[in-house]
Structure formats: structure tokens, C-alpha cells
């Protein structure tokens, strides 16, 4: 057992306080003032801010390697569009020295996975930042079936004269899921009946989660109209969604929140760190998570490595509380709503008694400019520690 001591603990589910963390067997045992047991390892972090380890709910660590160029860029299949059979889990290299880096900057666990080239991508993982062989590092996989509007498929797939239009991306997307269901159908007519049962199909057993509701759509759209295409067909086939950058989502918020409420649409927004460097990101603000705070939206932070280093997470919340997001909300955004956003706030996300012992460990508070990541608690152990 560990005990870290004399901390400025901020649990996120409850009031901060001074005080001390025991963790145990990878888990938090108790949390509270003076806390003492017989042969614990005793760990003293006075004048420090204890935070829950950061969630980013979107990126694609691991998938695009840092400063390898092709021979480490795994993120986008463009062989075809339509690929929900591709798991991250088989590109991701977990010794990209971004993950330690994520660590470096108190980033505890990601949701990674393919880029946006395709219609539907493939499959998201939830996983920790450290553990140093996937499998050892995985929450929950699937978490998510990626998919994409607007320009980034239409780019890729015009000179194959594949698509060029918002029309023939949504109606890929639709024909997908109408095979999907009709396959799904079939299997639940022929039941135990095998000489009933339709041939296997790869790519759409891949996809019964996603219809079945048991795994939501992870959507890339950037663009208001786009945002507004996702939540049109999401209602059509009753599917679970996030919508994932929604950098337009702040201008038309209004026209939106209660399709969102009803959908129970999880809002992720980014990266809110970078150019405009194409036409749907001409909106881009840093005003947009304030706007979606003050209309009652719940939503969480993303850097989208590697567009923004993924140790840069918490600097992203920090800009957003110089444009007036409240502070306790900017610290929602990269741990409790990431986390029950995307599906593991029974794990990660808050610091309570039997969830993961996931700390990040600052020399001040996290969102002052001048103050830096000092220590880095994963399952219980110190996986960085510059005190």
C-alpha cells in the first residue's frame, strides 16, 4: 500500500481538501485527513494539487508515431471506405515515446483509435497511458466505432471518383447500416438454426454492436451542417453517438441542445489548440466551450494528437478558462465528463474509493501557466516523478 500525503486534493466528486490518498492492489483504498497503515509507503506531497489522472475522450496516440513519417503511420486505412473491422488495438504501438510523454503531462488514459478518412474507420479503444504491452493497457475495447463527415473523406476518396459529396458520404454511411440491420434480422430469424443463418460477414458483424446500440458512433464533423447530418441519422436508426470535434457546434448550439438531450449525445470538443488549417475549421474558437458550458451542454476536451501533443491537454482547459469557462467546469471537461462521456467513469475520471489510482500531480494548480506536471500515478504506480 501506498499513502500519498499532505496533498491540495481536488477529487472532482466532491469538495477539494488537505489531505491524503491510499491506494491499494491498483485501486484508491480510502481518501481523507491523517491516514495511517501499519508498513505503508509513505509519500509526502505537501504544497502539491492532487487531481484525477486526465482523460482525452479523442486522439490517435499510438497510431500516428511520433517522428517515424509512413513507416509509423497507421491511423487511416484509404484502401476503402468502409472498414468497421479494423481495431486500433492492432496499429497502436505502445512505445511510441508519446505515451510517455502523456504521462510526463499527467494524461492517464485515452480513447484512440483511426483518423477520419473513412466513412466508418473502425474500432476505439479506451486505454491507460502506461503498462507497456497493449493488452496490459486496455479499459475497454471496443469503446467506439469511428465515423466521418464532411472533408476529410470527401478529400481522400474524389480522385477515386469514390464519392464527392456530403449526399454520397451520408448515404454510404446509411446503405452500411440498412446491410446491418437487415444482416442482423436474418440472424435473429434463423436463431439456433445454422443451415438459416446468412453467410458471415466481417464487416458487418463488426457493425451489430453499433445498431444493436451496445457501442456508440464516434463522429468526426466539424461543420454545422454536418453536426447536423449526424444528429439527422442518428435519430433515423436510433443509434448512440458522440460527436467528436463539433467545432461548429458552439454557433448553433440553440438549434441543437434538445436533440442532444434527447439523443443522449456525448459532446467532445477539438483541437481548440491549432490554425485553421482547413476550410471547416474557419469557426474554430476557444470561446466554444464556454458557450456550450453556459447552455447547460455537457462536454469533454480533446487534443486530437498529434495535432495537439497530448501532454497539452490540461493548457488547452487553461486557455478555456481565460475565455470564461469556470475553472471546476474546465477540470470536468479532461477527467469526470471524458469519462462518462466515453464510457469508463466506472473506473477513471474522479478520485473515489475502488476506482483506478489514476493521480496526476501538479506543483500548483494544473491550469496556471507557470506550473508543470510533477508526478504521475497509474494502477497505483508512479510511472513519472520529477519531485
Known amino acids: 500500500m501506498k499513502v500519498f500525503k499532505n496533498g491540495n486534493v481536488i477529487p472532482v466528486a466532491g469538495e477539494a481538501f488537505i489531505g491524503d490518498i491510499a491506494v491499494d492492489n ?27 489522472g486526465i482523460i482525452d475522450a479523442h486522439c490517435h496516440i499510438g497510431m500516428f508515431e511520433d517522428g517515424m513519417g509512413f513507416e509509423g503511420d497507421d491511423g487511416n486505412e484509404r484502401s476503402n471506405p468502409v ?24 494524461v492517464t488514459s485515452v480513447v484512440t483509435g483511426p483518423g477520419s478518412a473513412n466513412v466508418i474507420g473502425g474500432q476505439f479503444v479506451a486505454m491507460k497511458t502506461a503498462g507497456g504491452r497493449v493488452e496490459d493497457m486496455v ?20 480522385g477515386s471518383k469514390t464519392f464527392y459529396t456530403r449526399m454520397s458520404i451520408a448515404s454510404t454511411l446509411r446503405k452500411t447500416i ?5 444482416y442482423d434480422r436474418k ?40 453536426i447536423l447530418t449526424a444528429i439527422r441519422i442518428a435519430k433515423e436508426f436510433d443509434l448512440r453517438i458522440t460527436l467528436d470535434h463539433f467545432t461548429e457546434g458552439y454557433l448553433i448550439i440553440n438549434r441543437i441542445k434538445d436533440d442532444l438531450r434527447q439523443l443522449g449525445a456525448g459532446v467532445i470538443i477539438g483541437p481548440l489548440l491549432s490554425d485553421r488549417s482547413k476550410i471547416e475549421l474557419r ?3 476557444m ?50 465528463n471524458a469519462a462518462e462521456i466515453v464510457g469508463i467513469a466506472d473506473r477513471v475520471g474522479s478520485l473515489e474509493v ?12 494544473p491550469f496556471d501557466f507557470r506550473t508543470r506536471c510533477v508526478m504521475t500515478i497509474v494502477n497505483g504506480e508512479i510511472v513519472f516523478d520529477e519531485l
Request: hydrophobic share 40%; proline share 8%; charged share 25%.
Open 354 to 365: 475502488g476506482k483506478d489510482a489514476d493521480i496526476a500531480v501538479f506543483y500548483g494548480h
Open 178 to 182: 440498412i446491410e446491418t440491420l437487415d
Open 26 to 52: 491498483g485501486k484508491i483504498a480510502a481518501i481523507g485527513a491523517n491516514l495511517e497503515y501499519p508498513e505503508a509507503e509513505y509519500i509526502n506531497l505537501s504544497g502539491c494539487t492532487l487531481i484525477p
Open 83 to 106: 472498414t468497421p473491422e479494423l481495431r486500433a488495438i492492432d496499429a497502436i504501438n505502445p512505445y511510441d515515446k508519446c505515451f510517455k510523454e502523456a504521462c510526463m503531462g499527467g
Open 187 to 226: 440472424l435473429k430469424e434463423a436463431g439456433e438454426d445454422e443451415s438459416k443463418r446468412p453467410p458471415y460477414n466481417f464487416k458487418l458483424e463488426s457493425m451489430l454492436p453499433v445498431v444493436r446500440r451496445e457501442l456508440p458512433l464516434k463522429i468526426h464533423a466539424h461543420r454545422a451542417d454536418d
Open 139 to 158: 479499459i475497454r475495447e471496443p469503446i467506439a466505432m469511428k465515423a466521418a463527415f464532411g472533408e476529410n473523406p470527401k478529400r481522400v476518396y474524389s
Open 283 to 285: 469557426n474554430l474558437s
Open 287 to 336: 470561446i466554444a466551450p464556454r458557450t456550450l458550458y453556459e447552455n447547460g451542454i455537457k462536454f469533454a476536451m480533446m487534443t486530437d494528437h498529434p495535432v495537439i501533443p497530448e501532454q497539452y491537454l490540461s493548457v488547452c482547459a487553461a486557455l478555456a478558462v481565460r475565455e470564461g469557462l469556470p475553472e471546476k467546469a474546465a477540470l470536468e471537461s479532461i477527467t469526470i
